[in-house]
């Protein structure tokens, strides 16, 4: 029951993901393929990128349910058009939803490796956040992670509040839950009241670091 | 006999990928060392994106002919100068035939590693090609191949005849060669004809998706 | 006695990368924890991209220091803001040696992995000068070490040294200094006298290779 759950959630968060690079990418004229690959790397990216650091198998290459969800996400987008933009609550909470779960699918899959909290939280940031980096490469832009309001910042206090709750002794559904609220709240909060971290303050850009 | 013509293919291929990659970053007043660097990652980052995934150690880190055949292309481009320019239809033979040959190597070292056919198919398409995707990004471009005629969907189709071929039970030469020759068929066609995907039609970039 | 000299060392060399990239990103007025993120993939990242090629666990992922040398080095520049700019001399002090550090390490840990030289010195470039790249990526410009003075050959040049010297079977420690000495000298020489690789003369960007 959980279970059922859990996948519908990680189908939803994944599709919101997906659909997100997708309609950034049509923004830059990309044909379909191109869109595809960039919903694609959108929404499976950044637990990709924490598979490679932790030595494992890229998950969605064990099971094909990421491609097939991108190919729905696709195939919405192309049938509904401009419609879908004006949508921009409802993928606000998908994403939202996608994200919270990531981070704690990025913290349980971390630690059961053997890794200590601080890794943890750092692959929980990076399952939720890396992706829409990737995005941002992707289509050339700068990741706009780094200059907008909070949301990595979202990843990271979940993964605290994760460690937090592991030392006070908490049962791991109550972690999951408390982790995935914490996210989602953080999140919504952050935008409802524009959060968002103090701008490091612009020197000019001299060309001579290195 | 037969292994001294893949590897001539192979060395053909390895030095049209890294040709692209040179000249582009000539276009963008690179200098050598940035040029080789640029013309190796087009050459062999396809490969080593594979390798990485597949959890095994990259190709070229167990044979340094990749790097030489890269500093044959920089001498190559460095000594024609302009030149170069006019023979691009020779390189697109050799692109074509180097693209043809990197899917089969990406379909069957996947295969090799027991993955099922769909995660082969993608990683003959990352093969073929993840390079010009990183070269673009190291240029500072939009990836072309998100926008450009078709490429990767003829890695795709490569990989996809493999498959098929495989399940009739066609022998492991038959099937190099038809997906080889497929690759090779569509992207002359494509290129002849100006074939391409659909382009995903643009909303605005409205820059508050994540 | 000289494990704490070298670790002294290294703290320095990853404070200066961290603040080379924080400093670049607060240009593009980045925030707080884009800053922190760019920093740290200009220390880590170059290290990473390393682990990952050998099929080791990232170096960072083993001790927490890094992450915090790099939280030092975002306090260090929103604390002193523009007096920071100022001290671009002993930043290029710290950066060289970190560089000539890190090269060093790329060497010897790829040697341990059991791969021939010539692997080894492109670990040693990549652990050099590929964070730098990643920053540039980052930020959205195009890398500054395709097109710059003679920095990544420093690295090039500094593993022939190991290379030649281990042949000629000087010990570790004559080695390892001797290395270091070649890369801040060349780094040192190639700044002072303006030296440069020869820009590869720009044909036009023709946009049709692939």
Not at 27 to 42: E, H, N, S
Not at 135 to 140: A, C, E, K, W, Y
Request: glycine share 12%; hydrophobic share 55%; aromatic share 12%.
């Amino acid at each position: 029951m959980q279970n059922t759950f859990l996948v519908i959630i990680e189908i939803l968060g994944t599709l919101a993901f997906a659909i997100s690079g997708i309609r950034l990418a049509s923004a830059k004229r990309f044909d379909w393929f191109g869109a595809y690959v960039v919903g694609l790397i959108t929404a499976v990216g950044g637990g990709t990128l924490r598979d490679l650091l932790l030595g494992l198998t890229p998950f969605w290459m064990l099971n094909w349910s990421y491609l097939a969800v991108t190919g729905v996400a696709l195939l919405l987008v192309i049938a509904s058009g401009r419609y879908l933009i004006r949508m921009q609550n409802t993928f606000f909470i998908f994403d939202t939803i996608g994200l919270a779960l990531f981070v704690v699918v990025g913290l349980e899959k971390t630690l059961a490796e053997g890794f200590p909290f601080w890794v943890a939280i750092i692959m929980g940031t990076v399952t939720g956040a890396a992706g829409g980096v990737m995005r941002d490469i992707l289509i050339n832009v700068e990741p706009l992670i780094f200059r907008r309001d909070i949301y990595a910042i979202a990843c990271v206090v979940g993964g605290l509040v994760y460690w937090g709750g592991s030392l006070a002794g908490w049962q791991v559904n109550a972690l999951q839950l408390l982790t995935a609220a914490t996210v989602i709240l953080i999140r919504v909060l952050a935008v409802k009241y524009h959060w968002g971290l103090p701008v490091l303050r612009g020197e000019e850009a001299d060309g001579d670091d290195n």
